[in-house]
């Protein structure tokens, strides 16, 4: 059976400045726009772990950390 990895998305508020760059650049739109334009994620099980936000964010406010894995039907 084939698994399927798990991440948290960790948003330091006191560094994220609301650019927008990271619900902007998730291709699974596990970061989405919240309330005032701040980054919410409101399902991690659709983070895929590519770091893009990471990677983009100009004030190093995201970090993605593996969590562990599920089984890809759920089960």
Not at 11 to 24: L, Q, T
Request: proline share 4%; hydrophobic share 30%; aromatic share 8%.
């Amino acid at each position: 059976m084939k698994k399927k990895k798990l991440f948290d998305i960790q948003i330091n508020r006191d560094f994220c400045k609301i650019c927008g760059i990271c619900y902007w650049i998730c291709p699974t739109k596990t970061i989405i726009e919240g309330e005032f334009s701040k980054p919410k994620v409101e399902d991690n099980t659709k983070c895929i772990g590519c770091k893009m936000c990471e990677n983009s964010c100009p004030d190093f406010a995201i970090s993605i950390v593996e969590i562990g894995e599920v089984k890809e039907n759920g089960e």
